[in-house]
Nanobody, 120 residues
Framework: QVQLVESGGGLVQAGGSLRLSCAASGRIFSINAMGWYRQAPGKQREFIASITRNGNTIHVDSVKGRFTISRDNAKNTVYLQMNSLKPEDTAVYYC??????????????WGQGTQVTVSS
C-alpha cells in the first residue's frame, strides 16, 4: 500500500506565502507524474499543477507566476510553493501521484488534504 501525506497548510494573510509538501511512502518502485489539486467549499476539485519525473511542469493559469511545483525524486516528495496568496486561494489542497509498483503496475493515489486559508 502507498500513503501520501501532505503538510504545510495553515492560515496566512493575503500577500503571504506557504509551502506545501507531500511525501509518498510504502511500496513504491517509482513515481511518474505528481500533482496538486484544490477544493474550495461548494466547488468541485480543480487541478493546480503537475510535474513529471523528469521535471516538466504544468501550472493552471490562475496560479502562474505565483505558485511553483517541484519534486525531490530521492525523497518521493512533491512541493507547492505558494506566493502572493489571495483569499480566493482558500481551499483544501490535495496531492496526487501515479505510483509504479515493482510489478510495473501504475496506480493513482490521493493524499488526505491540507487546509489553506487566506485572510483578507
Amino acid at each position: 500500500q502507498v500513503q501520501l501525506v501532505e503538510s504545510g497548510g495553515g492560515l496566512v494573510q493575503a500577500g503571504g506565502s506557504l509551502r506545501l509538501s507531500c511525501a509518498a511512502s510504502g511500496r513504491i518502485f517509482s513515481i511518474n507524474a505528481m500533482g496538486w489539486y484544490r477544493q474550495a467549499p461548494g466547488k468541485q476539485r480543480e487541478f493546480i499543477a503537475s510535474i513529471t519525473r523528469n521535471g516538466n511542469t504544468i501550472h493552471v493559469d490562475s496560479v502562474k507566476g505565483r505558485f511553483t511545483i517541484s519534486r525531490d525524486n530521492a525523497k518521493n516528495t512533491v512541493y507547492l510553493q505558494m506566493n502572493s496568496l489571495k483569499p480566493e486561494d482558500t481551499a483544501v489542497y490535495y496531492c496526487n501521484a501515479d505510483v509504479v509498483s515493482s510489478y510495473g503496475r501504475s496506480t493513482n493515489y490521493w493524499g488526505q488534504g491540507t487546509q489553506v486559508t487566506v485572510s483578507s
